[in-house]
Nanobody, 123 residues
Framework: VQLQASGGGLVQAGGSLRLSCAAS????????MAWFRQAPGKEREFVAA????????YYADSVKGRFTISRDKANNTVYLQMNSLKPEDTAVYYC?????????????????WGQGTLVTVSS
């Protein structure tokens, strides 16, 4: 599938943003979708994942309780609602997809990637 991420921008600490990832092509029920992020000078890190079919979710400890991943099956779109943003959340956010109803926190297990959208949180 081809993925198109959007929704990034500049926000003050404590604010909110919602990222979207639109998928073209058919997402089969056995897919898993995820968000990763990469800050300047750092490695890409896992943020959250969702199983397309059942909707089960998983989060990195650093975002648990603040971020929510969800999907809209009718529109083939995955969302990342980000609340209580912190300056350390500043990064380029990428959506990713993989075949298989299981999430991985390592980016090497994901075969399809969006182009990334920049989130900047000012203090």
């Amino acid at each position: 599938v081809q993925l198109q991420a959007s929704g990034g921008g500049l926000v003050q600490a404590g604010g909110s943003l919602r990222l979207s990832c639109a998928a073209s092509g058919r997402i089969v029920s056995s897919y898993s979708m995820a968000w990763f992020r990469q800050a300047p000078g750092k490695e890409r890190e896992f943020v959250a994942a969702i199983i397309w079919s059942g909707g089960a979710t998983y989060y990195a400890d650093s975002v648990k309780g603040r971020f929510t991943i969800s999907r809209d099956k009718a529109n083939n779109t995955v969302y990342l609602q980000m609340n209580s943003l912190k300056p350390e959340d500043t990064a380029v956010y990428y959506c990713a997809a993989r075949r298989g109803s299981y999430w991985y926190t390592s980016n090497r297990y994901y075969s399809d990637w969006g182009q990334g959208t920049l989130v900047t949180v000012s203090s």
